[in-house]
């Protein structure tokens, strides 16, 4: 199964900041998505692009939306449509004029499956966080008090050992990492008081 969406460029720039409302937008998440799992998992990410949004890049309202929204619908069609997955999303979001730089972010979020580049600050955080945030959550899960005193040390650990969560490509994320130019450590300290507060 190819995923590779062979195409570069996503969206119109024309439709520049247009976007869902909320409302719109959790609505199409609750219709495509109905494993409470990759729910979360999609909750997760959107929190944690709003929230570097507003404090590693200074965004405004709109803009922390803009990135709340590509972390909401990174994985849309990947419950119902896995052999179209990211395909689907991205023609559908097309379809409805929404902002180039959201539908480009949802395209490259992994880049080694889609063959899309990340390029732009959005690009490359939707693609950083995906993965180590669902490492991260998995050692939640298994830990007795979830993400209560988890730390940077742990999770670490975590990732050294390769049959925990072995899913989650320790290559995309290192790879991730670089193309953010941010170190590990830090991501996954940022990562952890905000995953802790998302639930269903
Ligand atoms: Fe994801």
Redesign the pocket.
């Known amino acids: 199964m190819s995923l590779q969406l062979n195409r570069q460029e996503f969206g119109r720039p024309e439709d520049a900041s247009n976007v869902l409302s909320r409302e719109e937008a959790f609505q199409l998440f609750h219709e495509w998505v109905l494993n409470p799992k990759l729910q979360l ?2 909750l997760q ?1 959107a929190q944690l692009m709003r929230c570097w949004a507003t404090e590693k890049e200074q965004a405004n309202e709109a803009d922390q939306w803009r990135w709340e929204m590509a972390g909401l619908l ?2 849309a069609d ?1 419950d119902q449509w896995p052999e179209l997955h990211c395909k689907k999303i991205i023609e559908h979001l097309e379809a409805l004029h929404i902002d180039p730089e959201i539908i480009r972010a949802i395209a490259s ?1 992994g880049h080694a499956h889609f063959g899309v580049v990340p390029v732009t600050r959005m690009d490359k955080m939707l693609y950083a966080f ?1 993965e180590l945030s ?1 490492l991260i959550h998995a050692y939640s899960l298994m830990r007795p008090g979830g993400y209560e005193g988890m730390d940077v040390k742990g999770v670490k650990k975590r990732l050294k050992e390769k049959s925990f969560a072995a899913n989650v490509s320790r290559d995309d994320i290192n790879d991730a990492c670089e193309r953010a130019g941010i170190a590990l450590e830090d991501l996954i300290a940022f990562i952890i008081p905000i995953q802790a507060t998302v639930t269903l």
């Open positions: 998992h999609m990410v990174h994985d990947w979020h995906d669902g």
